[in-house]
């Protein structure tokens, strides 16, 4: 099957990646890939930079032409002191109003979902790369398990000659 990848970095150096969902691609049939900026605040950006978010249970939703990411955990930064902070509170992502109305349409016309995939750094910035998904049935997954079994006898038998 073929996948696009649509708005994706094409910088090589080193990135940092600090959350990764690893359970889109085993839940999910990836269709098109993309990549967002995230509207943070400043205590937000201390603690995505120190490892405290996960994507678990996380998805992107469309409201009023925009999408935000809703349910990804964002632990509070410790020294910020935060009160009232909720840590599973909905954050804009950043895109063009073209690639927005796009996504919108393809997601509803079509049955698909918008799954968040991982969240990285890319230039001093944080990134969230996210995909248009369609869900997967449930041989589709044994299918995907076996495919893994598979690599994975390969690669020890190799490895053992």
Known sequence: ??????????????????????KARFNYEVLEEYEA?????????????????????????AKGG???L???HISPYKPANQSDYNPTKSRKLLLKKAEITKL??????EGNTMVPIKVYESHGKIKLEFGLARGKKRY??????????????ISRALKNN
Do not use: C
């Open 104 to 109: 919108i349409v393809k997601a509803q016309a």
């Open 70 to 72: 809703t349910n990804a």
């Open 37 to 61: 900026g995230i509207v943070l605040s400043g205590p937000e950006v201390k603690s995505i930079k120190s490892g405290h978010i996960s994507l678990k249970e996380s998805f992107v939703t």
């Open 66 to 68: 925009e999408l935000f």
């Open 140 to 153: 589709d997954k044994r299918e995907t398990i076996k495919k893994r079994e598979q690599e994975r006898e």
């Open 1 to 22: 099957m073929k996948v696009a990848r649509k708005s994706l970095i094409k910088y090589n150096g080193a990135m940092k990646t600090f959350a990764d969902n690893k």
